[in-house]
C-alpha cells in the first residue's frame, strides 16, 4: 500500500483478554516504531525495530506487551492480560533511514483500544 | 518537566486569522518536526528542520537553535486546518524522538 497500514483501527477488549495489534508499514522502509498515545498526550515511546531487528524495548510498560517483526515488514504489537490503563492509541511509524539516522517519520492512523 | 512543551494547548480562531503554536525544548536535538493530527488519530509530517524557516503553501516553521524554540505559523487559517498540532524533536536520530502534548486547534468559519 502508499502508506503505513494498521489493523483493527478499533478495539474492545474486556479486562483481561489478549489483543494483536497489526502494523503494515510503508514498503522498504528499514525502521518500524511502536507508540502509545493516551488521551490529550503526545505519543510516548515503545520499541523500534530495525527491520526484523528489535533494537530497542525500553518504553513497553510491562512484560505484559511483546512486538515482532520477524520478517522485517509487518510488525505485530500483543498486549496480554489488557488493563484499563492499557486504553491509549497506539501508533505505528515507519522510515526509510535507520533509526539513527534523521529522516521523515510516516504514521499510520492509529489503534484506538479501549479496555473495560 | 517534559522535554518538549506546546503552548498555547488548546486555540480557537476565525477562519482568515494568522496563527501562531509555539515550542520550546530543553536537550539538544538534531532536528524538530512538526506534525498534525487529525481527529481518527493519523499523524501527517509537516517539516523537518534544523534551523532556519521552512516554508509550505500556508505553512511556516522556524527554529531558534540557541534560543531552543520553534514555532508554527498559519497564514489565512481555514477551518480543514482544524487540528492538534504536535512539535517533535530528535535528539539524537529518528529512534529518539521526544513528543509535545499538542496544541488543539479549531478554526471557526
Known amino acids: 500500500g502508499a502508506g503505513v497500514s494498521q489493523s483493527p483501527r478499533y478495539k474492545v477488549a474486556k479486562r483481561g483478554q489478549d489483543v494483536a495489534l497489526r502494523c503494515d508499514p510503508i514498503?522498504?522502509?528499514?525502521?518500524l516504531f511502536w507508540y502509545q498515545q493516551a488521551l490529550g498526550q503526545g505519543p510516548e515511546f515503545l520499541t523500534y525495530?530495525?527491520?526484523?531487528?528489535?533494537?530497542?524495548k525500553s518504553g513497553l510498560p510491562s512484560d505484559r506487551f511483546f512486538a515482532e517483526r520477524p520478517e522485517g515488514s509487518v510488525s505485530t504489537l500483543k498486549i496480554q492480560r489488557t488493563q484499563q490503563e492499557d486504553s491509549a492509541v497506539y501508533l505505528c511509524?515507519?522510515?526509510?533511514?535507520?533509526?539513527?539516522?534523521?529522516?521523515?517519520?510516516?504514521f499510520g492512523e492509529g489503534s484506538r483500544l479501549t479496555v473495560l | 518537566k517534559n522535554e518538549v512543551e506546546q503552548s498555547p494547548q488548546n486555540l480557537t480562531a476565525q477562519e482568515g486569522e494568522f496563527i501562531t503554536i509555539n515550542c520550546s525544548y530543553s536537550?539538544?536535538?538534531?532536528?524538530l518536526h512538526w506534525l498534525q493530527q487529525h481527529p481518527g488519530g493519523g499523524i501527517v509530517s509537516l517539516f523537518m528542520l534544523s534551523s532556519g524557516k521552512k516554508k509550505h503553501g500556508r505553512l511556516i516553521a522556524t527554529i531558534n537553535i540557541q534560543e531552543k524554540h520553534s514555532s508554527l505559523h498559519i497564514t489565512a487559517s481555514h477551518p480543514r486546518d482544524s487540528a492538534v498540532y504536535i512539535c517533535?524533536?530528535?535528539?539524537?536520530?529518528?529512534?529518539?524522538?521526544?513528543f509535545g502534548a499538542g496544541t488543539r486547534l479549531t478554526v471557526k468559519p
Open positions: 517533535a524533536v530528535s535528539k539524537g536520530g529518528i529512534w529518539d524522538m521526544r
Open positions: 511509524a515507519s522510515s526509510l533511514v535507520s533509526g539513527g539516522g534523521s529522516g521523515e517519520l510516516f
Open positions: 525495530f530495525q527491520n526484523e531487528a528489535q533494537l530497542d
Open positions: 536537550v539538544g536535538i538534531s532536528a
Open positions: 514498503s522498504g522502509h528499514v525502521s
